[in-house]
């Protein structure tokens, strides 16, 4: 069973940057494909993807709206994903949920949620206007 503790979140303003955390245990991290989801307050609101990586780092993919503002990476030394996040906007707040796919058929840096078979608790991002 993987364990995935996501850390980093919290108040910013907008234009603001910062850097989201997630640390691994329970599985060799290297073996995981990582990703970042988020879900913004509302109801009926869906988790959605932002940005994932692959195991060894050559590939990664990123939402849309996130392209040119945010940075996901991996230190599979420190068994730990993070996402770097500037020029944050009021948009961006959310739940960040990290993600990681086990699976030897998942490969490269998958965007959908299907793929995805652990997930961490989440940390609030929350942008101020």
């Known amino acids: 069973q993987v364990q995935l503790v996501e850390s980093g979140g919290g108040l910013v303003q907008a234009g603001g940057s910062l850097r989201l955390s997630c640390a691994a245990s329970?599985?060799?991290?290297?073996?995981?494909?990582m990703g970042w989801f988020r879900q913004a307050p509302g109801p009926g609101k869906e988790r959605m993807f932002v940005?994932?990586?692959?195991?060894?780092?050559?590939?990664?993919q990123y939402a849309d709206s996130v392209k040119g503002r945010f940075t996901i990476s991996r230190d599979n030394a420190k068994n730990t994903v993070y996402l770097q996040m500037n020029s944050l906007k009021p948009e961006d707040t959310a739940v960040y949920y990290c993600?990681?796919?086990?699976?030897?058929?998942?490969?490269?840096?998958?965007?959908?949620?299907?793929?995805?078979?652990?997930w961490g608790q989440g940390t609030q991002v929350t942008v101020s206007s």
């Open positions: 329970g599985r060799t991290f290297s073996s995981l494909v």
């Open positions: 993600a990681a796919a086990g699976r030897a058929s998942i490969w490269s840096a998958p965007v959908g949620i299907s793929n995805y078979d652990y």
């Open positions: 940005a994932s990586i692959s195991r060894n780092s050559v590939n990664t």
